[in-house]
């Protein structure tokens, strides 16, 4: 198994992307912005961004937290039925951040009259880009997968261990190897599953943040302020399900953890460094903003269809009860509901 030492590195992905790329973000505007109203109260916006930095981490780490913290309680653990109603109302908040959130914003910026007419307006670019980033992170998932199945079947298997399948009942120390041998892929998948989930938020995250971060307006803020602290609140709630999956040490834990209440901060505090020379109709910047919006909502709608929705709503235990079906399917569309009416809120 690949360590988390490596993996965990990929987590700085979006921070080193965005510092990488200020050289595009802050390029010269080409295209006019609107004109800043005597409304444009630098102080005042500046109490917002610091208030919304300490809400939407509170938020987050409550989110976060909770299906960690209630994994091993018995009303919400995996062999209890309210698990999977639970998982299914935050595999829906993260499949809305795909289609309501990020998408529609990705289409938005890169058909932006500023970015021109060729090639971004003829082509579905925010799509594509979705697409591509779909499909490589299933490639990665059946990479790595295939290379833990490669390395099982090299190791020596021992001679027993068809016996020790068909005998459980009757050797309780060889069940366990057996349970723990059998479990192992499936632990592998939800420790990848964590990682590529998380990347994905953070993309989002941090990008969210800096553009409340460059905000000058309070008008614009305040409102953006509750809603943002509902967002990442249900979506660490999806992520934290699949963390406590992963079966992480507590430090592992604690690091992902502190990465997804921490990135939006450090957004925001990137976007009020910056915010006396960024551009954000520049050519550059909505290309940059978009493309990485598009590879988030790629992501996060993969994951939460494929390795969050099918794996459970085709599982054994699901298919044989009509009541959890429903219940489930309920769950699912509370969740897809909750995060379209904050899609709402934003807007209003």
Same mark, same amino acid.
């Given at each position: 198994?690949?360590k988390f030492?490596?993996?965990s590195?990929l987590?700085? %992905?979006?921070i080193?992307?965005?510092?990488?790329? +200020?050289?595009?973000i802050?390029?010269e505007?080409?295209?006019d912005?609107? $004109?800043?109203?005597s409304?444009?109260k630098v102080?005042e916006a500046l109490?917002y *961004?610091? %208030?919304?930095?300490? &809400?939407?981490?509170?938020? &987050?780490?409550i989110?976060?937290c909770?299906?960690?913290l209630?994994k091993?309680?018995?009303?919400?653990?995996q062999?209890?039925d309210?698990?999977?109603?639970?998982?299914?109302?935050?595999a829906?908040?993260?499949?809305?951040?795909?289609?309501?959130?990020i998408?529609?914003?990705?289409?938005?910026t890169l058909?932006?009259p500023c970015?021109?007419e060729r090639?971004?307006?003829?082509?579905?670019f925010?799509?594509?880009v979705a697409? $591509?980033?779909?499909i490589?992170?299933?490639?990665?998932? $059946?990479l790595a997968m295939g290379?833990?199945k490669?390395?099982e079947m090299?190791k020596?298997?021992?001679l027993?261990?068809?016996e020790e399948?068909?005998?459980v009942s009757d050797h309780?120390?060889n069940?366990?190897?057996?349970?723990e041998r059998?479990?192992?892929p499936?632990?592998l998948?939800?420790t990848i599953?964590s990682?590529?989930?998380?990347?994905g938020i953070?993309?989002?995250?941090? %990008?969210?943040?800096?553009?409340?971060g460059?905000?000058?307006?309070?008008?614009?803020?305040?409102p953006?302020v509750?809603?943002l602290?509902f967002h990442q609140c249900f979506?660490?709630?999806?992520?934290?399900g699949?963390?406590s999956?992963g079966?992480?040490?507590?430090? *592992? %834990?604690?690091i992902? $953890?502190l990465f997804f209440c921490?990135?939006?901060?450090i957004g925001?505090v990137i976007?009020i460094?910056?915010s006396?020379?960024?551009?954000?109709s &520049?050519?550059k910047?909505?290309?940059?903003e978009g493309?990485?919006l598009?590879? &988030?909502?790629g992501i996060?709608?993969y994951m939460a269809?494929v390795d969050l929705?099918?794996?459970?709503f085709?599982?054994?235990?699901?298919l044989r009860?009509?009541?959890? +079906?429903?219940?489930?399917?309920?769950?699912?569309l509370?969740?897809?509901?909750?995060?379209?009416i904050l899609a709402?809120?934003?807007?209003s």
């Open positions: 198994m690949i030492s490596t993996r590195k987590l700085a %992905i979006p080193i992307a965005i510092l990488l790329l +200020q050289n595009l802050l390029s505007c080409e295209c912005d609107q $004109v800043q109203g409304d444009h102080s109490k *961004k610091l %208030i919304a930095m300490a &809400s939407v981490s509170v938020a &987050s780490l989110g976060v909770l299906p960690i209630v091993k309680n018995s009303y919400l653990n062999e209890n309210l698990y999977f109603p639970v998982k299914a109302f935050a829906g908040v993260i499949l809305a951040t795909g289609f309501v959130h998408l529609p914003e990705a289409f938005e058909t932006n970015i021109g090639p971004w307006r003829m082509f579905p925010s799509g594509f697409m $591509v980033a779909a490589g992170t299933l490639i990665i998932e $059946v290379y833990y490669r390395s090299r020596a298997r021992p027993n261990f068809d399948i068909t005998h309780v120390h069940s366990a190897l057996v349970s059998l479990d192992s499936n632990l998948r939800h599953v990682q590529i989930l998380e990347l953070l993309l989002h995250s941090i %990008i969210l943040g800096v553009s409340l460059v905000s000058g307006n309070p008008n614009t803020i305040k953006l509750v809603v602290s979506e660490g709630m999806g992520l934290g699949c963390i999956q079966q992480f040490k507590y430090h *592992k %834990i604690v992902m $953890v921490l990135i939006f901060p925001i976007g460094g910056i006396n020379i960024y551009h954000g &520049s050519p910047a909505l290309i940059v493309i990485l598009s590879a &988030s909502g996060l709608i269809l929705l099918a794996t459970d085709m599982s054994t235990k699901i009860s009509f009541k959890l +079906q429903l219940g489930a399917s309920f769950a699912l509370m969740g897809l509901i909750c995060m379209s709402l809120w934003e807007e």
